[in-house]
């Protein structure tokens, strides 16, 4: 069974300029969720979607941060303008849903560096 | 706010050297304790969940356990490839997972 798919695994941009991250989850997840790595930190949830709802936002800076999971199956993050501290790795991950506790798949990772 | 700490922040093992990591928690209304092992350059890998104090999860030289504070990683007689970070994690209330920012373990032949 395939992961999580995540494309493209590294990212190199000019600050101010914009970028985009897309995650394929597991087949038959429901529940995807998008985190960010600091390195030697643990990963920070940024958003969490049900199906096509995003039910956890709250960590997400709207000002410049904007996702969307078309369909319930692939999902988009996106940063517009990018700044230097947003380097890190944006990983992706999705669970069957449903039931709380439920185990998360991660993908690999996007690394992300803004010059 | 939910808080996890885990320690040590490194570890160094020699071959067959047993030890234990540790994970401690603030969660109001813990639901869930996940450890989860993270290779350089790769995404977390599940590996146990646990979710009441008491409980106890094995998978070959790896056993993690839970009070109602805290939760251990015992690693018995390491090998070389179980070098990695480990990563502990709290659901609380409202479906939130707070990750904890790893121990990272060498382990030497």
């Known amino acids: 069974e395939a992961g999580v798919v995540q494309s493209p695994r590294y990212k190199i941009i000019e600050k101010k300029q914009p970028v985009a991250f897309w995650c394929n989850p597991i087949?038959?997840?429901?529940?995807l969720y998008w985190y960010l790595q600091n390195l030697g930190q643990g990963p920070e949830l940024l958003i969490r979607?049900?199906?096509?709802?995003?039910?956890?936002d709250s960590q997400l800076p709207k000002d410049r941060f904007s996702a969307e999971r078309l369909k319930g199956v692939d999902s988009t993050l996106k940063i517009q303008p990018a700044e230097l501290g947003d380097s890190a790795v944006y990983l992706c991950?999705?669970?069957?849903?449903?039931?709380?506790?439920?185990?998360?798949?991660f993908g690999p990772g996007t690394r992300l560096t803004v010059l | 706010e939910d808080q996890v700490t885990q320690s040590p922040e490194a570890l160094r093992l020699q071959e067959g050297e047993s030890s234990s990591l540790n994970c401690s928690y603030t969660v109001s209304g813990l639901r869930g304790l996940f450890w989860y092992r993270q290779d350089p350059g790769k995404g977390p890998e599940f590996l146990f969940t646990l979710y009441s104090a008491g409980e106890e999860k094995e998978k070959e030289r790896l056993k993690a356990t839970l009070t109602k504070k805290e939760s251990f990683l015992h690693i018995t007689a390491p090998k070389p490839e179980d070098s990695a970070t480990y990563l502990c994690?709290?659901?609380?209330?409202?479906?939130?997972?707070?990750f904890g920012t790893g121990t990272k373990l060498q382990v030497i032949p």
């Open positions: 994690a709290a659901l609380g209330g409202y479906q939130k997972v707070t």
């Open positions: 979607y049900e199906n096509e709802e995003a039910v956890d």
């Open positions: 087949s038959g997840h429901n529940t």
């Open positions: 991950a999705s669970s069957l849903g449903g039931t709380i506790g439920d185990t998360q798949y």
